[in-house]
């Protein structure tokens, strides 16, 4: 059986420039405006997608259940 979790986030935002973090290759610097959460993300998850725009942003990921718990 292949199990997989997807999970897709949107918001009404201004959105953002995804090219600076999306494919994330390299792990970001820290910064004031933002941290390394979606490249974490990306080095989780088996899918990543982000769309962003003036309209807001949408992320969505999927990653397959690798064991069990208990």
Known sequence: ?????????SDQGRGFN?????????RPPLSDTG???LWVVGQMAD???????????TIRIAARARGSLG
Do not use: H, K, N, Q
């Open 18 to 26: 995804t090219a600076r973090y999306v494919p994330p290759t390299e």
């Open 47 to 57: 899918y990543l997608l982000v769309d962003s725009g003036p309209a807001g942003t």
């Open 1 to 9: 059986m292949d199990r997989r979790l997807t999970c897709e986030v």
């Open 35 to 37: 941290g390394m959460g």
